[in-house]
């Protein structure tokens, strides 16, 4: 090669680097000017449009709108757990207007009910601390609800009358992390109450009739039936087909899952009901007996919902509709709510990193649990012999499929069990029966480590 030629291919291999330096900074720059970085620049400036600021305001407004419902309203539904089950007399006692005993901060606190810390005023707190307040005196609960200080109990006291009272999604769904005292604590949204005994609450109320009016038993029975079901249970199907034992003899109620982790999930509840919205819906019209309007047509199956379909509940209109304007926020809130992470210490990280590897293959688990969502994205449904249980629960729901439960939290609700009936007492057990029906031959030593790699999701 000649001496101009070499210079010539020098200067083409300089101006070929400075059209791939400059090609680069296109593809940058480009990369810069997208959406999401004008919107970051312009946001410290003021400069987002008025669209933007809209959505913005809006996603505030529904956020402070939804934890307020999510937290504190009753849909009206003391029309129900006061006008007709009066159970504010049951807690109120005999002492203070009602009937029986009373229900004391002790006995409220036993049956899984939990007091929000931050409602109650200081001097209050400094009392507690000192032992000078009265666990034992229905009146003392009075003043609890009074303060808006029991999770998911909403109550009018005036004077020492325990006026009304109803139930709010919290209830079920909300929890506190007992920094004061076991029970009382900051407020934690969305986490299932693996404590709280429905059941023996529900049979507290001095009427039942209209439960067994409903269910064509006797109040004796309704009373059975609530008391069987255990601490963080319920059964939502039972007011539809009147189901309260399952073939076996044990109770047909379900653990309460999580509302937290929900945003990228399909359907929702074990057995795949429907959207978060439609669930609340539902839960808010049929379960709470609050006054809205609900409409589910598949309740109109008098074959497997009898007692839906002769009642009309795939179909109810209530005026005035104090449930239908509050779903969208509420809807906004829960899919907010993230699923907290576990606390540090509380599983073995160099297991679990093994046991993602195993979760991600051997062991098949994220073929349906795909991560991050930890469900399918798509219909996550599974006929009971997918996975390889029976199909009693599966068929109390229209699609007569089990839900894959997103994972996220599962560290926050061992409590009671694993699946929709708690029949996996640990997670290790959840392991044992996968590993059995995929013939999938784990070793313990990777058992274990799936186990820790569950306990860190
Ligand atoms: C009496 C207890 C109780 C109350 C009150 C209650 N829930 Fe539930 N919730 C449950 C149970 C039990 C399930 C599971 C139902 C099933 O699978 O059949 C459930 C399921 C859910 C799910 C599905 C979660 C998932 O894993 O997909 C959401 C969301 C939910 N509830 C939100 C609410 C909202 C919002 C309210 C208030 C309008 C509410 N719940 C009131 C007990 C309750
Ligand atoms: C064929 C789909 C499928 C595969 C594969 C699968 N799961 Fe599941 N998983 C489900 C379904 C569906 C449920 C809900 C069962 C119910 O509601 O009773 C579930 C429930 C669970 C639960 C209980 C969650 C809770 O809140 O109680 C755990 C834990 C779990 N799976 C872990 C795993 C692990 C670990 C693997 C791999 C060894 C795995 N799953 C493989 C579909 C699947």
């Known amino acids: 090669m000649s001496g101009s030629s070499k210079l010539i291919e020098g200067r083409l291999k300089k101006i070929a680097l400075v059209l791939f330096i400059a090609a680069g900074m296109t593809v940058f720059l480009g990369t810069r000017s997208d959406a999401k970085w004008a919107d970051s620049q312009n946001r410290g400036k003021g400069k987002i449009t008025e669209a933007e600021r809209q959505t913005d305001a809006n996603a505030d407004r529904m956020l402070t709108e939804g934890k307020q419902t999510f937290r504190f309203d009753t849909f009206g539904d003391e029309a129900f757990w006061t006008d007709a089950l009066q159970l504010n007399r049951a807690i109120a006692g005999a002492n203070l207007g009602g009937v029986g005993p009373g229900v004391s901060p002790a006995t409220a606190l036993a049956v899984g009910l939990k007091v929000d810390l931050d409602a109650l005023p200081q001097p209050l707190i400094a009392q507690l601390k000192q032992g000078r307040v009265d666990l034992n005196d229905p009146a003392t609960t009075l003043a609890l609800i009074k303060l808006n200080a029991v999770l998911g109990v909403k109550g009018t006291v005036s004077g020492n009358t325990l006026q009304s009272v109803g139930i709010t999604c919290a209830l079920c769904h909300s929890t506190v992390d007992d920094s004061f005292a076991p029970g009382i604590g900051h407020r934690l949204d969305g986490w299932a109450n693996r404590d709280l005994n429905v059941g023996a609450i529900i049979a507290l109320a001095p009427n ?109 209109r209530s005026n005035p509709d104090l449930i239908t304007a509050k779903l969208p926020a509420l809807h906004f809130y829960q899919l907010a709510i993230p699923a907290p992470p576990p606390p540090p210490g509380t599983f073995d990280a160099a297991a679990a990193a093994r046991g993602a590897t195993l979760f991600n293959g051997t062991a098949k688990c994220s073929t349906c649990h795909v991560p991050p969502i930890f469900t399918e994205p798509g219909w996550n449904m599974h006929t009971p012999a997918e996975i390889g249980i029976d199909d009693f629960q599966a068929k109390r729901s229209p699609d007569e499929r089990y839900r894959t439960a997103p994972l996220k939290g599962l560290w926050t609700h061992q409590k009671g069990g694993f699946y929709h009936d708690g029949r996996f007492a640990t997670l290790r057990d959840v392991i044992e029966h996968y590993n059995t029906f995929f013939g999938t031959n784990l070793s313990d030593a990777q058992k274990t480590d799936l186990v820790e790699y569950l306990k860190s999701l």
């Open 208 to 316: 039942l009739q209209p439960v067994a009016d409903l269910l064509g038993v006797s109040q004796d029975t309704v009373r059975a039936v609530a008391r069987s079901w255990g601490p963080g249970k319920f059964d939502a199907e039972l007011f539809l087909d009147g189901k309260a034992f399952r073939p076996d003899g044990k109770s047909a109620a379900t653990l309460i899952p999580p509302a937290f982790g929900l945003s990228g999930v399909n359907l929702h509840t074990w057995t795949g009901w429907g959207s978060v919205t439609h669930w609340n819906a539902f839960v808010a019209n049929l379960e709470m007996h609050g006054q809205g309007t609900f409409y589910d047509p598949r309740l109109n199956d008098a074959a497997k919902f009898p007692i839906a379909a002769a009642n009309g509940f795939g179909n109810v």
